[in-house]
């Protein structure tokens, strides 16, 4: 049996790392090209679970295309998004208070380098959906692979085996960006094997 005791005790410690990430014309130019370019070719979208969305900058970009909207951050951004009216939740992005299949999309933008433990998150977000997955990643080799709360920067090949491990399918990708990692995934079953 496994004991997390310790576990939750690290996490706690963590919280300290969290910053506010209110948006900025950069950060906001560059998720609107990949919402506007990938996200109307998913037939049938109609509700994306926004991962780590600051202040929920990205709720009119969704909206303005109809899809219903839902972001999950933690610290001063649920605060600063509840304050204009977002459809936010105070929530750990690993650990998802949602039942299973409840979007038909999860939108990570710049969030995945924030988990301590990127694997179990990358399932957690597949429970969640019911079809895809945009993930979007800083790279190494222009962010470097340090920074406050920067526990999970990684190449594209450590990425593309996560995500696979974790039960998804990449179907796009786009590296035009030297800054950016960015990755289309439709879900499907994951492997699982007994332990021998």
């Known amino acids: ?15 300290i790392d969290v910053y506010p990430q209110p948006p900025d014309k950069g950060h906001t130019r560059m998720a609107r090209e990949v919402i506007y370019r990938w ?3 998913l037939i049938g979208c109609k509700s994306v679970l926004d991962i780590g ?5 990205l709720q009119p970009e969704f909206e303005r295309i109809g899809i219903s909207y839902t972001g999950v951050t933690l610290g001063k951004d649920y605060e600063n998004a509840l304050a204009q009216g ?21 939108f990570s933008r710049h969030s995945l380098e924030h988990s301590p ?9 597949h429970r969640v959906t019911k079809f895809w997955l945009c993930l979007i990643l800083p790279t190494p080799g222009y962010w470097l692979y340090g920074g406050r709360g920067h526990y999970s920067v990684m ?11 974790a039960g998804w399918n990449v179907i796009w990708t786009d ?3 030297e800054r950016e990692f960015r ?9 699982k094997e007994k332990c021998g």
């Open 1 to 15: 049996m496994r004991d997390f005791i310790n576990f939750d005790r690290y996490l706690d410690e963590l919280l």
């Open 39 to 41: 996200i109307p070719d």
């Open 53 to 57: 969305c600051g202040e929920a900058f």
């Open 86 to 106: 977002r459809n936010v939740y105070r929530q750990d992005f690993s650990f998802l208070d949602f039942p299973d299949n409840s979007f038909d999309l999860v």
């Open 117 to 125: 433990f990127p694997l179990l998150s990358l399932m957690e977000w």
């Open 155 to 165: 190449p594209d090949e450590q990425a593309t085996f996560l995500l696979e491990r």
């Open 175 to 177: 590296f035009s960006d």
């Open 183 to 191: 990755y289309m995934a439709e879900k499907r079953k994951r492997r």
